[in-house]
């Protein structure tokens, strides 16, 4: 890409794209480091003729690199916590160890006491960390039915958890 045409679209561009970034991510320090990337990007791009709409494009890959970002921090996070997890569980005593796996236990067990619909909802949620959309589509229901089964199960393994029998919190949480 020509030099000259970035710079144009820098100068043109850029205070709005930090502002666009800003909202995005989580400092402005990112936000001007993601726009820089994207212009970077965009010089090494071969064909800039091929590109109809400039200013556009460039704000959709700085969109993009931020969505990396923050996909890139959530699963270094989700490491974290693993290894964290790991730790406790190495130091833990015997009796808790046991008493983890008791509730890990009842907990499958809670799961298998409800429809499919509610399981699947739960741990699309918790355990692949979709979101009400993308679950309301996979189980074909409204986004509203979708967070409904999420919540109602979260609040049966609860009382399954507690101690309530499989009919009385079945009973208290699903009508």
């Known amino acids: 890409m020509h030099a000259s045409v970035l710079a144009k679209l820098f100068l043109e561009n850029n205070r709005s794209l930090c502002a666009y970034l800003r909202v995005r991510v989580a400092s402005p ?3 001007e480091d993601i726009a820089q990337e994207a212009y ?14 400039l200013r556009a494009y460039l704000f959709k890959v700085a969109a993009n690199i931020a969505s990396d970002r923050a996909r890139q921090r959530r699963l270094h996070l989700r490491i974290d916590m693993a290894h964290s997890s ?3 569980i190495e130091s833990a005593t015997p009796d808790q160890q046991v008493q983890a796996a ?14 499919e619909k509610y399981g699947r909802a739960f ?29 109602r199960t979260a609040r049966y393994c609860r009382l399954r958890l507690d101690g309530a029998t499989p009919r009385d919190a079945r009973r ?3 009508p």
Do not use: K
């Open 29 to 31: 320090h990112e936000a």
């Open 40 to 53: 970077a990007r965009l010089l090494q791009h071969d064909q800039p003729r091929a590109i109809s709409f």
């Open 86 to 88: 790991e730790e406790q």
């Open 102 to 115: 008791e509730q890990l236990s009842l907990l499958a067990r809670a799961l298998s006491e409800l429809p």
């Open 123 to 151: 741990l699309l949620c918790r355990i692949q960390e979709w979101d009400t959309n993308q679950i309301a589509a996979d189980l074909a229901v409204g986004e509203r039915m979708a967070r409904n089964y999420v919540s």
């Open 172 to 174: 208290e949480v699903i």
